[in-house]
């Protein structure tokens, strides 16, 4: 069965800093990869995703991710924070034949002024 | 686009009653959608595959007939939480698998039974 570890469960950074959420999947075949953000009481929004091609994906609001297969990592990055960043994230790794998704346990993100 | 709406946003009810929540894809079909189940400070755990026309399945440990799902067209999906009892206040949410193996979430449903 896959799994995924987000080995960070709180970071806090400073408006304006680099940041770096990392994603560890378990899975048994190419994984389709997630990132997805979420506010307080709300929905998930899809940040970026990875199913083939170029390793390092593009997303939404700055953000990029890059699949390393050798280290089964799919981490997420934003070279400068804002202060809107601060949210929880979650990285979910796909299942292929039924699209069913399993996340992590989610990052909470503070962002300090 | 790729919108996806939940009805009610919060919703209180007494111990015994039973409680429909609405999932609506806005802008595109889906043949499938899934409903989460999220506790405080926890991630999204999966209850139940939802898919147009046929009966859902649901994960082990999800009691079927408690929470019933229905998926009557390709823009709707409902859960109803059946004889709701304390320990079935949540914040429960929805998604519709979109293009490109994508699912996309609604805003979620937070219950609370008392």
């Known amino acids: 069965a896959q799994s995924v570890t987000q080995p960070d469960i709180h970071i806090t950074v400073s408006e304006g800093a680099s940041l770096e959420l990392r994603c560890n999947y378990s899975y048994g075949a190419t994984p389709y990869l997630f990132w997805y953000v979420q506010s307080p009481g709300q929905g998930l929004q899809l940040l970026l995703k990875y199913f083939s091609g170029d390793t390092l994906v593009q997303g939404i609001k700055g953000f990029e991710a890059e699949f390393k297969r050798s280290q089964s990592s799919f981490n997420l990055r934003k070279p400068s924070v804002h202060w809107s960043d601060a949210a929880e994230y979650f990285c979910?790794?796909?299942?292929?034949?039924?699209?069913?998704?399993?996340f992590g346990k989610g990052t909470l993100l503070t962002v300090n002024p | 686009g790729a919108v996806v709406s939940q009805h009610p946003s919060r919703v209180i009810c007494k111990s015994g009653t039973s409680v429909k929540i609405e999932c609506r894809s806005l802008d595109f079909q889906a043949t499938t959608m899934f409903w989460y189940r999220q506790f405080p400070k926890q991630s999204l755990m999966l209850m139940a595959t939802?898919?147009?026309?046929?009966?859902?399945?649901?994960e082990q440990g999800v009691e079927k007939d408690k929470f019933l799902i229905n998926h009557a067209s390709l823009t709707l999906s409902t859960l109803t939480v059946t004889s709701a009892h304390p320990e079935d206040s949540s914040f429960y949410i929805c998604?519709?698998?979109?293009?490109?193996?994508?699912?996309?979430f609604g805003p979620g449903t937070r219950l609370l039974v008392l």
């Open positions: 939802s898919n147009e026309g046929s009966k859902a399945t649901y």
């Open positions: 998604s519709a698998l979109g293009r490109q193996e994508t699912q996309y």
């Open positions: 979910a790794v796909g299942e292929i034949s039924n699209y069913k998704l399993t």
